[in-house]
């Protein structure tokens, strides 16, 4: 049992940066793969960037060059650094994680979090 719970998120002004934390607790073998997701209005929830215990990670295309995704084992976290925000990446911001990358990766994983609401104004 994995619990995951998202903080960082908040209204930011376009081109503003905010960073995203995962806070992981239980079955450390559960969060060997760690991901986030993210949901916007109206829209299917998207990969942003995933990645595994040794630092593999792997970034949605649209997300490459913005957005970096890291992880502190010892502390169980994993963490979303966006920069250069813009206003449609306003969604809701959902961690989640697995035992293994690929489910993480296809948006299929053991354990989700509740979200944390990025704004981002024009």
């Known amino acids: 049992q994995v619990q995951l719970v998202e903080s960082g998120g908040a209204l930011v002004q376009a081109g503003g940066s905010l960073r995203l934390s995962c806070a992981a607790s239980?079955?450390?073998?559960?969060?060997?793969?760690m991901g986030w997701y993210r949901q916007a209005p109206g829209k299917q929830r998207e990969l942003v960037a995933a990645?595994?215990?040794?630092?593999?990670?792997n970034y949605a295309d649209s997300m490459k060059g913005r957005f970096t995704i890291s992880r502190d084992n010892a502390k169980k976290t994993v963490y979303l650094q966006m920069n250069s925000l813009k206003p449609e990446d306003t969604a809701v911001y959902y961690c989640?994680?697995?035992?293994?990358?690929?489910?993480?990766?296809?948006?299929?994983?053991?354990?989700w979090g509740q979200g944390t609401q990025v704004t981002v104004s024009s």
């Open positions: 989640n994680a697995d035992p293994l990358l690929s489910r993480v990766v296809g948006g299929n994983p053991r354990s």
């Open positions: 239980g079955n450390i073998f559960g969060i060997n793969a």
């Open positions: 990645i595994s215990r040794d630092g593999t990670t």
